[in-house]
């Protein structure tokens, strides 16, 4: 049972580059969404998906591009990398009607230098 | 739109002693309730939900929380810490409608000391 995968997993780019963490999901789950991790701040939301080529942005959409044409995968790209935008990034997933409980991936954490 | 407080960024407690973490929630409906904790360089793990129902929902672990309307909050008890309980707790809600995503607290650390 795979569940969410991250990759990367650890990631170092520097300032401008474009870099796209993937994510990918077996449970056919329909609600797909990625999550950024700050210290004082928690989790925030950056975008998520209600199904496949259904997006929307989160609280802090900023500098981010999401794609969903398939269920299982939901990549997220910095377009031009940041030093803010250093952070870990949490892939997540959920299926209404099971209480809305929503399963995380390890996370990929992403220097930009 | 929801909003969650943890009191407390940090809190240590002794091995054996009870385990209290604040949260308090916003929110203009009932919500789903939910506490996750995370491991150094994991990712977040389900400890306990509360949907409907029973206003004290037991989790993993031995942890629990019960649902106080009156007061917004849901706050995780433990009567006993053990050193492995060390770890990053998040307090979380959610509706069952719209976009679904998880509104999360700042978080708050458990220590537990020997």
């Known amino acids: 049972d795979a569940g969410i995968t991250q990759s990367p997993r650890y990631k170092i780019t520097e300032t401008g580059r474009q870099v796209t963490l993937m994510c990918h999901q077996t449970w056919s789950h329909s609600y797909m969404f990625w999550y950024r991790q700050d210290l004082g701040h928690g989790l925030r939301l950056i975008y998520y998906?209600?199904?496949?080529?259904?997006?929307d942005k989160g609280e802090v959409p900023d500098g981010y591009v999401v794609s969903r044409s398939k269920t299982e995968n939901f990549p997220l790209t910095l377009e031009s990398a940041t030093r803010s935008q250093t952070s870990v990034y949490f892939c997540?997933?959920?299926?209404?009607?099971?209480?809305?409980?929503?399963?995380f991936g390890e996370g990929s954490w992403l220097t930009v230098v | 739109a929801q909003s969650v407080t943890q009191l407390g960024s940090h809190v240590s407690v002794s091995e054996g002693a009870l385990v209290l973490l604040r949260c308090n929630y916003s929110s203009s409906v009932p919500p789903y309730l939910f506490w996750y904790v995370q491991y150094p360089n994991q990712g977040l793990q389900l400890l306990l939900k509360?949907?409907?129902?029973?206003?004290l929902v037991k989790g993993i672990n031995g942890f629990e929380a019960e649902f106080k309307k009156s007061e917004t909050s849901f706050h995780l008890t433990k009567p006993s810490a053990h050193m492995s309980d060390a770890a990053e707790y998040f307090c979380?809600?959610?509706?069952?409608?719209?976009?679904?995503?998880?509104?999360f607290g700042s978080g708050t650390r458990l220590q537990v000391q020997p």
């Open positions: 998906s209600a199904a496949a080529d259904i997006t």
């Open positions: 997540a997933s959920s299926e209404p009607g099971q209480g809305n409980t929503i399963y």
């Open positions: 509360y949907t409907t129902g029973a206003t």
């Open positions: 979380a809600v959610s509706m069952d409608t719209g976009r679904r995503a998880l509104t």
